[in-house]
């Protein structure tokens, strides 16, 4: 089974419309991260979370909204959704004092 | 100007080539340099790890960093199809904890 997995893979919605991205990991990591690809503009930081208290804006947060229900869930919220949000969205952990980070196999997002 | 500039190509090779990525950053303070491979419909993966200035070798891949440029490369040497994917450099300062990533090259190694 995959280490870090996310839902849906694959969503289209309407402007205006609440949508939730979910994350959820089984390799004991205490940090995750957000963050959305967009051609030519590579990885852009969302938000991120060092524990279960601790939720930190990134580079674009702005539209996004969080949430951290354990260790291993961390859902990604888009509370009205607008076209120039439809991308590829990626969850990432890592393990404290690590460098690396270890992504989920990201969920495509098209807004209409 | 972005921290971190990363020509996205494509870069297009033939099978045997050797084959060379990078980056240019603008900012001193990076000291850790890694690269990300991204296969199609598929999330990062990373590659190759390096600390500060230097060279370190995996099999057919070299990273080298030289800080006094602020410039990283990725070498392939031997390249193969199964290498045709998005790499994405990154780095991120010491005691930081969130890197900052290139754009990504898509690489395309045709038969």
């Known amino acids: 089974d995959a280490d870090v997995t996310q839902t849906p893979r694959n969503r289209i919605t309407k402007t205006g419309k609440r949508i939730m991205l979910e994350c959820s990991q089984t390799?004991?990591?205490?940090?995750m991260y957000w963050y959305r690809q967009d051609p030519g503009l590579g990885l852009r930081l969302i938000y991120y979370?060092?524990?279960?208290?601790?939720?930190n804006k990134g580079e674009i947060s702005d539209g996004y909204s969080v949430s951290r229900q354990a260790q291993a869930k961390f859902s990604l919220s888009l509370e009205s959704a607008i076209p120039n949000q439809t991308a590829l969205y990626f969850c990432?952990?890592?393990?404290?004092?690590?460098?690396?980070?270890?992504f989920g196999p990201g969920t495509r997002l098209t807004v209409t | 100007q972005k921290e971190v500039e990363q020509d996205p190509g494509p870069l297009s090779v033939p099978e045997g080539a050797i084959v060379s990525l990078n980056c240019t950053y603008s900012?001193?303070?990076?000291?850790?340099f890694m690269w990300y491979r991204q296969y199609s419909r598929k999330g990062p993966e990373l590659l190759m790890y390096t600390y500060s200035s230097g060279n370190k070798e995996d099999g057919r891949f070299t990273a080298q960093v030289d800080k006094s440029s602020k410039y990283i490369s990725l070498f392939i040497r031997d390249s193969q199809p199964s290498d045709s994917a998005t790499y994405l450099c990154?780095?991120?300062?010491?005691?930081?904890?969130?890197?900052?990533f290139g754009r990504g090259t898509s690489l395309i190694v045709h038969p």
């Open positions: 979370s060092f524990d279960v208290k601790d939720i």
């Open positions: 900012n001193s303070a990076f000291q850790y």
């Open positions: 990432a952990t890592s393990d404290a004092g690590s460098y690396e980070q270890y």
């Open positions: 990154a780095m991120k300062k010491g005691g930081s904890y969130i890197p900052t």
């Open positions: 390799k004991g990591h205490d940090r």
